[in-house]
């Protein structure tokens, strides 16, 4: 990738973005023809896609830039309808790629797929009995997608669980098996879902329970990705604070979400601005990885922050980050949605380990990016330059209006819908 042709991006009109995009040999000149309508999901598509489908609801696709990943540069794809997200995690980039970028270690890639059982007279026995028939339950597992088994992956292993009653919740106790599935490329919640419920019957033999439901668990705690970041105080310093100070108040910062909830919840919203838009862009289900990630920061038993900050031995600030990231390369919309398809040729069609590194490097830089502005001159002024633009936008400035009144905006006391109004009107006036 020739970087330097993508400088100033910001500051390019449309179509300079896409030819600087075409000089930095991220995209083909080819590509740049009819871009936004290639783009767009065709209305048949979407028909297929969903029940009662009337239209498609289109969100604002923008780049992630500066990103350096395990020594190979990224184009992130970040598709979000918020302000402020895709420049804060491209500022962090910047800042973290001068030291040496990112650096992630991906986990094996294994799902799990849950059966649930109820009326287990003996659970200690039951779990015996299916410990001693794990191969067979593998076998039949497997039998039902041999697809999956042909290209390498398939069910591995089966864990067991014992779900004691609880009086509280006025719940039975459950025997719970859970089947370690390896998707490979894919998330696979078809996968999953088929494995599991081939094996259901058979379980209620084995045990003499009732299966209630065989279902993917969403709470992938064998698909850890995790992203870390070594930034020397020289990188930090913030207008009038020294980089030491700005370390610090990171680290204050990364300590306050991990001891309160309330703070924990922004904290990791902050992390989810960035993985989500990369998500979403690269076609994956933000609902399963935001169910999974959030059940992740309670594994403690209190919500906590996602992400760690603290001081290496050089005086560094470090920056880690584990979460849960089932996304896949294929399957679901993926090979199917335009702008999915777009988003992983922009990534240079990377792995599905390689694509959780990405996701998981831009949740931490949107998180320092967030922490950094916060403990320093805080978020508002940042946000209210784009702010500015989109209530610009809402008051009904177009084209060249919508700098000026979002200039004007900026210098008023009240940045608000109304004085956007008023602006705009001076402005036709003149
Ligand atoms: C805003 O969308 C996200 C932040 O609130 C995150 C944070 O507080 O860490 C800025």
Redesign the pocket.
């Known amino acids: 990738m020739k970087k330097e042709y993508l400088n100033k991006f910001y500051q390019k009109t449309h179509e300079e973005r896409l030819h600087a995009l075409v000089s930095a040999e991220v995209i083909l000149e080819e590509d740049t023809s009819d871009f936004k309508r290639k783009l767009q999901l065709p209305e048949e598509t979407a028909n297929h896609m969903i029940e009662n489908q009337i239209s498609t609801y289109e969100l604002p696709l923008g780049i992630g830039l500066n990103f350096f990943i395990d020594q190979k540069e990224y184009v992130v794809p970040m598709a979000t309808e918020?302000p402020?997200?895709i420049a804060a995690a491209s500022s962090a980039a910047k800042i973290i790629r001068q030291a040496g970028g990112f650096k992630t270690s991906i986990q094996e890639r294994t799902m799990i797929g849950q059966i649930a059982l109820k009326d287990v007279s003996n659970m200690k026995e039951a779990e015996e009995i299916i410990l001693q028939h794990e191969d067979q339950i593998i076998e039949k597992a497997n039998q039902a997608h041999p697809s999956i088994v042909k290209r390498g992956g398939g069910a591995r292993s089966v864990k067991v669980r014992q779900i004691e009653a609880d009086e509280q919740y006025n719940a039975p106790a459950f025997f719970v098996i859970h089947i370690h599935i390896q998707t490979l490329e894919a998330m696979g919640a078809n996968i999953i879902n088929t494995m599991v419920e081939a094996v259901k019957p058979y379980l209620e033999s084995l045990t003499g329970g009732t299966a209630i439901m065989g279902i993917l668990s969403n709470y992938a705690t064998e698909c850890l990705a995790t992203a870390t970041c070594h930034i020397p105080v020289s990188l930090l310093r913030k207008g009038s604070f020294s980089g030491e100070e700005v370390r610090d108040r990171i680290i204050e910062?990364g300590q306050f979400?991990v001891v309160d909830p309330y703070r924990a919840v922004?904290?990791n919203?902050?992390?989810m601005?960035g993985i989500d838009a990369v998500v979403l862009a690269s076609g994956n289900d933000t609902r399963a990885i935001e169910a999974g990630v959030h059940a992740y920061a309670t594994r403690s038993g209190q919500y906590r922050s996602l992400s760690n900050w603290s001081k290496a031995e050089n005086g560094d600030l470090v920056g880690t980050m584990t979460i849960p990231l089932p996304v896949g390369t294929v399957g679901g919309s993926i090979n199917i949605h335009p702008g999915a398809i777009f988003s992983k040729q922009l990534l240079g069609n990377p792995t599905a380990q390689e694509l959780e590194a990405i996701i998981v490097s831009v949740g931490l830089g949107q998180?320092f990016s967030?922490?950094k502005?916060?403990v320093t001159e805080g978020?508002q002024k940042g946000h209210m330059g784009l702010h500015a633009k989109s209530l610009a936008i809402s008051a009904g400035a177009v084209g060249d209006q919508i700098d000026l009144v979002s200039n004007e905006l900026k210098k008023r006391k009240n940045m608000n819908l109304a004085t956007a109004k008023e602006i705009l009107e001076q402005i036709k006036d003149i």
């Open positions: 918020e402020s997200v910062a979400a922004t904290h919203k902050g992390i601005n998180n967030a922490l502005a916060l978020i």
